[in-house]
């Protein structure tokens, strides 16, 4: 249960032959009726954008900030494709539209795969089949979100918002793989004093992913879509939006590197009426950070997830940057790895982060436990933080003691496994 | 021969107890008679500065930019140990000025080994048997640099200047383990007009370095030492090293991470009479130039060599800035590893960088073959490509079209070797 748990989406997954082998590489998320409603999308800064993210910009800017549907397709990125691909990706867009009912301008696009080779669009006809699939429900949500994994082991779906309420699974709750399939619940005995059953019941926020960067390097995009019931203007949305994935998906690092692909929509059908902004906010965010923790621990190859928390740095700017420099840290994450409780690293990152830094205020705890203050070593549990460290996640606090800021980012550890997934694209 | 090619230098290498089993830990270079000549510094960048470092940038400023010798051991890094660090490191320059006859403030410490743990001071008093060993000639200067080895496979030890003419080797010759012992050519017939048999030989260049991020995090700090015969003032020698630096070692990346402790010291020793400033601030370059490959070549893990060059940027410093994007970018160290010719994640980082830059301009080639042209794939000869990746030596080279700037960095490729040497520090 995914795009299809806020009210009025209906979803679809196929094969159109990207991929070889029959194996699911598109996805449809759309309104049931086709008409447009307010979307929003945060892109890649990479000013190697793909096809797809231009035209979908293109797209929302010209629908202003409007949408009807949303097509992803896997097993291509159409990224450094030339003139060729924007017409592919255009014409994706309108192949959709003509199913759904819109205008091409109205359908965004989604893709992942390979950088650099043309996207085969003899493929094109045999879209409109699995558009004619799409549904609403969690049968639906869940082909959607199938459809878009790559080397993902799992799907990434999470929900959120009042209208789950008496739902199983709760807020922000991760549908694993096959795992909540049995139904969609109709938010009996809600908690939140709205009822689902009739009448106007809660909002929710659903989404699903797929990817994280240290999947196969040919799929290292990470794609997600987001839709509510919420009514809510294009501006708010976008607002919403670019505040949600800056506190999850933009404080999750996983090697560092910018796809030429990265795409994050919201969609807004407002049946569930208005929603009070900042409530819609925390469930967008819940939702973008249970995606985005999902996509740490799925990341292939890692062993391990971590979390890099810095406090006491001059501005929040400040401890993002430490702690992102921490986070991407080879030698961090190889000691990760390998479960090593050398904070020498951790500190020697501090230092060249760039941000206001004296070394007889810096302190260090792995997993809570002090084990570096005031710039030296102190005396602590080392069993203690050896047995923090050989989890499955690994909790690193800075102190800076310069300020009052703090930023936290999500990263994972560096082991053979990466290079084994990366180090040829076939 | 390194340190001690250029006349007046003295050296020795030893063992002190820092490391255990009586490895060689503890080197000295210092000039023959003991008195200060000009010197100059370049240090980490790192706020988290180690011990060393922090005396040595004070004894410099003290001395008025001169310095009679130069201690440097490993096995401890002497970082984030505070005032009693600091003490320690007075102390080994203390013991080593005493040796030679000269102040402690004319006296420079580099220290490498691991962070965060105290300096053993106690090995202080096995100091001056080392000192007293120094000597001229070929083999102290190799006894130096080997006393400077950590995981180093081979010692790294350069040699340049017209002062060579005529000795085996040539310009920036590099030095084998072993290899080139036997004895110091005196310059018989000299090629450059100077002769080293009698009056005034044309001045040289010579140094000995360690190191390189690759090697096991404990000793993940790069470390230098050049000296010359040239009469150069301290303010022209602090620009030539300065130049010198930024065009080798600060152009090498191997993990993107700054060690607390990095240094690079030359000292100048006027016997040869003045040099052309110009000509001086090459062979400096051709030394570190020399010392830089020599550690990208035996970075532990690493089974490649690669050069990113970078031209058509709006800026040098934007070519740079791309460049190292691209050296440090995983997906392509990895690929580096498999010697998979997948342009597509240059391109990515290229765009991610940071820089001016417009795919439709982009062009990447792999040993010279244009694989992009135009932000999209060309046509080439894929065998050739991948028989250049599968060399040891992998040339990258991006055209960004946007002006005349240009850079090149050197790096290495990600594989489990990589891994292996930094996922415990034990």
């Not at 790559?150 to 739902?167: E, H, I, M, S, Y």
């Not at 294009?234 to 998906?249: D, M, Q, R, Y």
């Not at 690293?345 to 997993?367: C, D, I, K, N």
Request: aromatic content about 2%; hydrophobic content about 45%.
């Amino acid at each position: 249960m995914s795009v299809t748990a806020a009210r009025g989406f209906v979803a679809a997954g196929g094969a159109v032959g990207i991929k070889a082998g029959g194996r699911l590489d598109v996805a449809v998320v759309a309104t049931a009726d086709g008409r447009p409603v307010p979307a929003a999308g945060v892109f890649t800064s990479n000013l190697a954008a793909a096809a797809p993210v231009q035209v979908s910009r293109e797209h929302l800017r010209r629908a202003g900030g409007a949408a009807s549907a949303v097509v992803l397709t896997s097993g291509n990125a159409n990224a450094a494709t030339g003139a060729r691909g924007l017409d592919a990706a255009r014409q994706l867009c309108s192949v959709v539209a003509a199913g759904v009912g819109s205008g091409p301008h109205q359908v965004l696009v989604c893709q992942t795969g390979l950088i650099g080779v043309p996207f085969p669009t003899e493929v094109l006809g045999n879209v409109p089949a699995v558009v004619e699939r799409r549904q609403g429900g969690p049968d639906a949500g869940d082909a959607a979100a199938r459809a878009i994994m790559t080397t993902d082991t799992v799907l990434k779906q999470a929900v959120a918002g009042p209208g789950l309420a008496g739902r199983s699974g709760g807020a922000a709750g991760q549908s694993g793989s096959g795992q909540s399939g049995s139904g969609r619940p109709a938010g009996s005995a809600g908690t939140s004093g709205a009822s689902g059953t009739a009448g106007t019941p809660g909002w929710t926020v659903g989404g699903m992913a797929k990817g994280a960067a240290m999947l196969a390097p040919d799929m290292a995009t990470m794609l997600a879509v987001l839709t509510t019931d919420a009514a809510v203007d294009p501006a708010t949305l976008e607002a919403i939006l670019a505040h949600a994935v800056g506190s999850t998906f933009n404080a999750l690092t996983v090697d560092g590197c910018t796809s030429t692909n990265d795409t994050v929509l919201l969609l807004a059908r407002g049946l569930a009426g208005p929603a009070d902004p900042a409530a819609l906010a925390g469930a967008a965010a819940e939702v973008c950070g249970s995606l985005a923790r999902q996509m740490a621990d799925d990341a292939e190859g890692a062993t391990k997830t971590a979390r890099i928390a810095v406090h006491g740095a001059a501005t929040d700017a400040q401890a993002h940057r430490a702690a992102r420099t921490v986070a991407e840290s080879l030698l961090v994450k190889t000691s990760l790895n390998g479960a090593d409780p050398y904070w020498g690293r951790v500190v020697s990152e501090l230092g060249s982060a760039g941000v206001a830094f004296t070394m007889a205020r810096t302190s260090v705890r792995y997993g809570g436990i002090a084990v570096c203050v005031g710039g030296e070593g102190a005396a602590h549990d080392a069993a203690a933080v050896a047995h923090h460290m050989a989890g499955r996640f690994v909790e690193i606090e800075c102190d800076l003691g310069m300020g009052g800021g703090r930023a936290a980012v999500l990263t994972t550890d560096l082991g053979h496994g990466y290079i084994d997934e990366n180090r040829t694209t076939s």
